[in-house]
């Protein structure tokens, strides 16, 4: 996946020399802007407001980052490292200035808070645990709350406390996502569930 903003075309293929960003020109295929010297991962580039400020949200496979849409500037940066240098799932952003991020590998989960500082941002980590491991799936914000795959088991996380509401349903390395009130999972075998997207159980719709 690529972003697309103010005639660019931004991709992460990662890598040294200033080139682990790279901003093409949409008309010409020119290289406007290239920046960072990150090594990938599976998370694709985002575009998203923080603070009132727009940004590209880089989850490399040791940081998660906003970088400026114009020239790749970094803006602020946190740490993420799995052992297998894996960050797979999409940062989700929490209201106008935080940030979940998660990853499998027994790595888990956190929320950030971005406070506007100059140019910048400071960075405050709000709560951390090993609740929720997105092995490479997004959760999904519904309400105040996190719903999404801790490993192949269905969760559901207060977003402002990573206090553990439920788990159930065994539905592996699938994908979830969120409709009218719904999970709709599609499970690592192919099957499809309707879960209410609830904090008081589990509970499948059948």
């Given amino acids: 996946v690529v972003v697309v903003v103010d005639g660019t075309v931004v991709v992460t293929p990662g890598g040294p020399n200033g080139k682990s960003v790279v901003a093409y020109d949409a008309d010409s295929g020119k290289i406007a802007w290239s920046a960072l010297d990150e090594r990938t991962s599976y998370s694709s580039p985002m575009l998203a407001t923080i603070g009132g400020v ?4 880089f989850f490399s496979a040791t940081k998660v980052m906003g970088i400026t849409p114009v020239e790749g500037r970094v803006l602020w940066e946190y740490p993420w490292i799995t052992d297998p240098r894996v960050n797979a799932s999409q940062p989700v952003l929490i209201g106008d200035n935080r940030l979940f991020v998660s990853t499998g590998y027994g790595k888990g989960a956190a929320v950030i808070e971005l406070t506007r500082a100059g140019d910048a941002f400071s960075v405050r980590e709000v709560w951390r645990n090993i609740r929720m491991k997105n092995q490479f799936s997004t959760s999904v914000l519904h309400g105040g709350y996190l719903y ?8 559901c996380i207060d977003a402002a406390t990573g206090d553990l509401k439920w788990k159930g349903g065994r539905y592996g390395y699938g994908q979830v996502m969120l409709a009218d009130g719904h999970l709709i999972v599609l499970t690592e075998d192919g099957d499809m569930a309707l ?3 609830t904090p008081d159980r589990h509970q499948e719709v059948t």
């Fill in 148 to 155: 999404g795959l801790d490993g192949p088991i269905l969760a």
């Fill in 54 to 57: 727009r940004q590209i949200l």
């Fill in 195 to 197: 879960v209410r997207a």
